[in-house]
């Protein structure tokens, strides 16, 4: 599988089967300039602005506005099926989101591309407009024999020891910009926790409050014999 950087904690993942778009925030973020705009040239960039980027899959962690801000104009564009609690999966269907998935906390379902469970956050969620948006929630999705955490906004919580006594994590996607969400100091514990010494960073410095200080990051997991990767827009890693 191939995972691409939009920043905030928008990823595309692509498998052998299919597109996975997570958590969409690019036009109201500065530091997606590149991808924010319309842009109707064919260059890779381009390809993953919100007038073009294409998905078979929009998964939305919790109902934020810095998680959801594009997931309505995308999922119409390329009618891509919505991942989500089903609270969110409601709230867009009545928006006309007609392709959904709607899941809960603990459940499993296997898709097309592979399986999914939707595990604990702790955090909060509701939708921009003040609706109730469920209980926020991370993703730990196998296909491709390969196994990813996709955390989400969430504190460090105890939960996750739960995601290494079933999976084998080949990579986790872990918010690190503190204030909102766990911290490094946090979220190197959390790899602990989950198993898992490959941590992709997520949810910093986007705005004000979750400014953090990249290479002191990278040598705090470095230090506790972790490998932090803070990828840059439109970077792909093959996983
Ligand atoms: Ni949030
Ligand atoms: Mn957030």
Not at 158 to 177: S, T
Not at 181 to 197: L, N, P, Q, R, Y
């Amino acid at each position: 599988m191939k995972l691409t950087y939009l920043r905030h904690s928008c990823f595309l993942l692509e498998t052998q089967k299919a597109k996975i778009l997570f958590d969409p925030f690019i036009s109201p973020n500065e530091l997606a300039n590149e991808i924010r705009k319309n842009s109707f040239d064919d260059t890779l960039i381009s390809k993953l602005s919100v007038d073009q980027i294409e998905c078979d899959y929009v998964f939305l962690s919790h109902g934020h506005e810095d998680h959801v801000a594009d997931a309505e104009v995308i999922l119409k564009r390329t009618g891509a099926k919505l991942v989500s609690n089903f609270e969110i999966v409601s709230w867009y269907a009545n928006k006309g989101v007609e392709n959904n998935h709607p899941m809960n906390l603990g459940g499993i379902w296997t898709f097309d591309f592979g399986t999914i469970k939707y595990v604990n956050a702790i955090h909060s969620s509701a939708m921009p407009d003040g609706t109730y948006g469920g209980n926020p929630g991370g993703f730990v999705i196998q296909a491709d024999d390969k196994t990813l955490y996709y955390a989400g906004d969430t504190a460090l919580t105890f939960d996750m020891k739960l995601i290494a006594e079933d999976f084998n994590l080949d990579v986790a996607l872990l918010p690190i910009g503190d204030n909102f969400t766990m911290g490094v100091k946090d979220a190197i514990k959390a790899s602990d926790f989950i198993a898992c010494d490959h941590v992709i960073g997520m949810h910093f410095d986007t705005f004000g409050y979750i400014k953090i200080d990249h290479e002191a990051a990278v040598k705090s997991f470095s230090e506790a014999g972790k490998n932090l990767m803070l990828m840059q827009i439109g970077e792909t890693k093959e996983l």
